[in-house]
């Protein structure tokens, strides 16, 4: 009797992208299955998590926007962790990275030669667009699917709502009665940032991408109102629900409705600068007057997640416990096959989905 060998599906990018990524720039490879050398895992990947700010790490074809740092790589056989150059695997995570928390999808070991795991433990810890993968046990972490779906790790736990809380936990310094804006509202970023608000007694205020999102907003999530920036005027929309003007904006998508806010800002506002999500694909710019920031006596701050990875244990055990008590309103997306990533980054950056967290699941699920 014959067996077949399983073939490695890669996801490669084929070329500098204008604008929005589509499937023709990247490239699907049949590859041999990785070998794995010592403390290593051979992983079978289910799920992969879609977020936007991988745009920037992607080449761009014309001039770049000014959105990331060009980050120093003198050795060129590693991977750079600010750039995807052409021909390289299309990755979800962080590259090169010792951190447990810094991977980009989920799936079940087949192999390890690691003592801290063994053939059909799920993980999380893979870093690229493929069908199975050798993953450094070090920086992996076993998940329990008793105790959270394993999908969780990209959403509930994963990177992008671990940024959000702690953007509202250490950066915004909002208080009880004050007026907090969230523009990407659905998204999951937001869905992170308002239910910690909204229970800490802020006013919220979402901005989103058409009616099903803003509903998912103010119905699910607790904000007070959200404009739909598709269907209304923001400004004018600002005007009537924030008459007395906004103390914090958590900006998730930078662009040409940085301003709009920033006018509305009140003195000793804070303008959050957490992603860009509209300049990423070069279609939109933001441009702030700095004398106006100095009168209003403004704090425009910018922070990286990564530079609070020691306060993840803390968040993760918040988040267990907010979603074991069903307190905590969670949406996600699901893209069917590894083919499908390139359109998912797509919706992701375009605001075509329908809001929540977007997933690319491309093997089958056992855990359930």
Known sequence: ??????????????????????????????????EISDRELLV????????PGVRPLLPYEGESPDVAQD??????????????RIGE????????????FAGGSVGQVVASRHRDFAPGDYVFGGRYWQLYEAVDGDAAVRLDPASMPIEAELGIVGRSAFTGWVGYRHVCKVKPGETMLV??????????????AVHDGVRVIGIASGPEKCAFVTRELGAAACIDRLGEDVGAALDRLCQSGVDV??????????????????????????GMASEYCGAESSLLPTGAILAKRLRIEGFVVLDYDNEYPIFREEMARMWQAGKLPFRQK???GVESAPIALADCLSGRSAGGKLLVQVGEDTSK
Do not use: W
């Not at 079978?44 to 977020?51: D, F, P, S, V």
């Not at 523009?183 to 910690?196: N, R």
């Open 249 to 274: 904006y958590f900006d998730n998508v930078g662009g040409l409705l940085q301003r709009v806010v920033y006018e509305r800002l009140r003195p000793f506002g804070r303008l959050i600068v957490c």
């Open 44 to 51: 079978r990947t289910i799920y992969i998590g879609i977020a």
């Open 1 to 34: 009797m014959t067996t077949s060998t399983p073939i490695n599906k890669v996801m490669r990018v084929a070329r500098p992208i204008a604008g929005l990524p589509g499937r023709e720039d990247f490239k699907l490879e049949d590859l041999p299955m990785p």
């Open 183 to 196: 523009s990407a509202a659905a998204g999951s970023v937001g869905m992170m940032v308002i239910p910690l």
């Open 89 to 100: 695997r299309m990755r979800s995570g962080i590259v090169p990275s010792k951190s447990k």
């Open 334 to 336: 699901i893209y069917e």
């Open 71 to 84: 980050g120093a790589q003198p050795d060129a056989s590693v991977p750079n962790p600010m750039k995807i």
